[in-house]
């Protein structure tokens, strides 16, 4: 498939710098290949936005924002503040066209570096319903408006199953619970066992073309300029042992992934995997150091502290979207609206649902398709030796509805006499066990 083909079903603003002393930009749209004549705007927000802004990124316990309401307000006040900053009237009429001639909203935005640091997620168009973000409810992807233009590098769909590397690091400093990522029918999982930054190397040295990507749960900081990544480091004592801090900056991280190629896509649900702030160069970010470094085509990561139960469900919402044929970006909107659903009545989670707007899309691609379309809607199945699926066995669910009532039945054969009905869900299970 054609570059200018996936360019069609996106929506994409271009901002260039004029006079970065000024804060002056160039805009324009680019959508089903017509591009609109630059328009000059000038991106000053006032006083009363940077602080909202400081307020939503505040992590403190006691000083951040715990109320949702309040927080959709201000998310609000934020987002529509960015789209009136950014958008001129003509790129409000293009888009508004655009919206009307697509069933869902896809909006990339090429910017230059020194605006990243705004919560572009939070995007909302003040004609929205109360409640709706275009990131919730479609996608906003970031490109690095100083980089290449998406789609001088074409990533076909990878060919299933695809396996990603998981470290999960917790240093007795800081430690974060256990988690293990639920597996897909698609979508598998290699631990690094411990999570030292040695073990991480081997497992890409022993397997250089294995790995589609990368999932990072832990702790990120920045420190001395530079993003870092807090691995974990074995640390004997006499009769025990224990796994302290090990950060490992950004461009480390690069060093190691090296030449390569199969590797598309890195997922970094780590504090400030992708400030950019004043003080902070992008590219020596973590994330903008994967996007700058390597051979990557998406990065996932966390625009400020994140939390754990939040990152949890957004990436099994998120792969279960892929398996379901759902392109990256928009996988990434189903996963916004796990965390957004998360019980808050539970201690542990009182706060989760609040950090939906922090998970942030880099790319250097217009293509978002990661599965091919001829895998997304087959399972793999017991096969006759004539390769046909045998007429008495119905394919076995891949909704978590239909699997739970898959559940259900065999819980009901272990607790009442067997009828054929029950005999034939034990048939099933046998038959899955041979999978």
Known sequence: MEADQHNSRIFHLVVETRDPEHERYAVSVTTKGFRTDPEEIAFRP??????????????????????????????????????????????????????????????????????????????????DPQGRFLSVQGSVIRYDGESQSPGDTLFQPQKPPIEFLFVLASPEEQPIGQFEPLEKTWVKFSSVQPPTYDNFERSLLRNPERYYGMVFFGH????????????????????????????????????????????????????????????????????????????????????TGIDRFAAQEFLDAALDALEQGVSLDLALACGRRAIRGIDHRESSRKHSRLDWWIPVLYSTTDNFEILPEESR?????????????????????????????????????????????????????????KL
């Open 46 to 127: 006032d006083g009363d936005f940077e602080d909202k802004v400081l307020r939503i990124h505040e992590r403190d316990e006691k000083r951040r924002i715990q109320d949702f309401d309040l927080l959709e307000r201000t998310c609000s006040a934020v987002g529509e503040s960015l789209f009136r900053y950014l958008l001129t009237d003509a790129a409000r009429q293009q888009l508004q066209a655009y919206r009307e001639s697509v069933p869902t909203t896809r909006i990339a935005l090429h910017l230059p570096r020194r605006l990243y640091r705004f919560p572009w997620e939070l995007l909302r168009d003040p004609a």
């Open 220 to 303: 990120g900081e920045v420190e001395d300029q530079h993003g870092s990544l807090i691995f974990v480091r074995e640390q004997r004592r006499r009769t025990f042992r224990s796994f302290v801090r090990d950060p490992k900056h950004g461009h480390v991280i690069c060093d190691c992934l090296g030449d390569r190629n199969a590797m598309r896509l890195a997922c970094i649900f780590a504090c400030e995997s992708a400030w950019a702030d004043h003080g902070l160069p992008f590219e020596q970010s973590v994330v903008g150091s994967l996007i700058s470094r390597t051979w990557l085509a998406f990065v996932i990561g966390a625009q």
């Open 377 to 433: 809607d087959i399972l793999p199945h017991t096969w006759t030796k004539e390769g046909t699926l045998p007429k008495e066995m119905s394919p076995l669910p891949r909704s978590p509805s239909g699997l739970r009532a898959l559940w259900q039945a065999f819980l009901r054969t272990l607790t009442g006499p067997i009828s054929p009905e029950r005999e034939s869900v034990r048939e099933m299970l046998a038959r899955k066990e």
